[in-house]
């Protein structure tokens, strides 16, 4: 892993901008978002004319095109609301997808599908879980199956847990194409074959679009629709998975320190036992583990970020990140819901809802479990390598 954790060269105005953004004009409305309907489209003109859209998204597309060090502090900011990084066009599933079309596909590709996502004028879906026995945390147990038909693919399958399939213009589907390869395909909405099912109740409600099921039957698609190259979907995938790990994380930390900011300013008014809640020991013991966990979340994200710059790929280094990250921003905003008490839990305040939005990110994107067994298993590749003479990559 790196050891330069420092931030890429962002201009400090332009943090300073998104947290302005997000603090006055997005804050403020963010619980009118599922009333009204007009309120998304505003809020991104504002991005636009604050110079804070897109920020992950290549300048030739409209985007600020940021490196992922230079992300690292935005990205956060635009986490301090749940709404931030859908109106900022940085929410996932677009944003890790709009990595991927960057690196994979081909400019007749980017035009048609990166040039309006990055516009915020369409939106996507990554279309690769699926139900047991399929293709959960283990890509390798893909049952989806595409199949030349002239010069055609047919895909066949069922995916589930779609983020944002509801409303997608277009999906991104990996489907196995050989006996241990997978290709990737851009099918669009619409295509006959491709239904998007029931949305699966979850306890999360962040994301627009759901997590739906979607049904391929006998799905046609032209060979013009193949991203990447036939039979290296897994390994072209990478180029999304690593990166969109570890911007999850950057985004997650800003809820989680909104939620500590919170609870700050709830501690030092409440009065308890004849002193300020603030003052009390046991509080204060919970308040510094909140630091030392936003403290160590940041300098492991600005650290794999800066790995991602320079190597391109870090999937040992966004493994760890990721399981530490999400199991400390779980910690952060369940010890700020502890310390407010009744209002913890209350609607008066957010951190209810942000406890139900963090909690699954220990699953989404691999589950911590699977993550420590692919550090573990890396480790102890490398401590081999390392006496027999080899050399591994991670």
């Not at 998304?40 to 004319?49: E, K, Y």
């Not at 277009?170 to 029931?198: E, K, N, W, Y």
């Not at 609607?347 to 939005?357: N, Q, S, W």
Request: glycine share 10%; aromatic share 6%.
């Amino acid at each position: 892993m790196s050891t330069n954790a420092t931030p890429g060269e962002v201009p400090e105005d332009l943090t300073k901008r998104v947290t302005s953004f997000v603090d006055h004009q997005v804050i403020p409305v963010e619980h009118e978002i599922e009333t009204d309907r007009e309120l998304l489209a505003r809020l991104r003109g504002a991005a636009r004319a604050a110079g804070v859209f897109a920020p992950s998204a290549p300048t030739e597309y409209g985007g600020l095109g940021l490196s992922m060090r230079e992300q690292a502090d935005v990205l956060e900011e635009s986490g301090r609301s749940l709404l931030g990084p859908l109106v900022m066009n940085c929410a996932a599933p677009d944003e890790g997808n709009m990595t991927l079309l960057e690196h994979v596909a081909t400019p007749a590709q980017r035009e048609r599908y990166l040039r309006p996502l990055a516009a915020g004028d369409a939106r996507s879906a990554f279309a690769m879980t699926e139900p047991a026995p399929g293709a959960g945390s283990d890509p390798g147990t893909l049952t989806t199956r595409a199949v030349r038909d002239g010069g055609d693919w047919l895909i066949d399958g069922r995916k589930w847990f779609i983020t944002g399939a509801d409303g997608a213009a277009f999906f991104i589907v990996m489907a196995g194409t050989g006996a241990d390869a997978a290709t990737m395909f851009l099918v669009d909405a619409g295509t006959p074959g491709l239904s998007v099912g029931r949305h699966i109740p979850t306890i999360d409600a962040g994301f627009t679009g759901g997590h739906c099921e979607v049904v391929f039957d006998r799905c046609r698609v032209p060979s013009s629709a193949v991203l990447g190259e036939v039979d290296r979907g897994f390994a072209n995938a990478q180029v999304r998975l690593g990166p969109a790990r570890l911007t999850h994380c950057m985004r997650w930390l800003g809820v989680a320190r909104r939620a500590h900011e919170i609870m700050l300013g709830y501690v030092v008014k409440r009065e308890l036992f004849g002193s300020r809640l603030a003052d009390l020991g046991l509080a204060q013991h919970l308040i510094a583990d909140n630091e030392i966990d936003i403290a160590a979340s940041r300098s492991l994200i600005r650290t794999t970020a800066a790995t991602l710059d320079e190597r391109g790929r870090a999937n040992h280094e966004t493994s760890i990140a990721k399981t530490f990250v999400s199991e400390a921003v779980g910690r952060i905003v369940d010890r700020s819901v502890q310390l407010c008490g009744g209002q913890g839990v209350s609607h008066d305040l957010p951190l209810a809802r942000f406890l139900a939005e963090v909690r699954p990110f220990r699953i989404y994107d691999g589950a911590s479990e699977v993550h420590r067994w692919s550090v573990a298993r890396r480790a102890v590749r490398r401590y081999e390598a390392t006496r027999t003479g080899g050399t591994t990559h991670g």
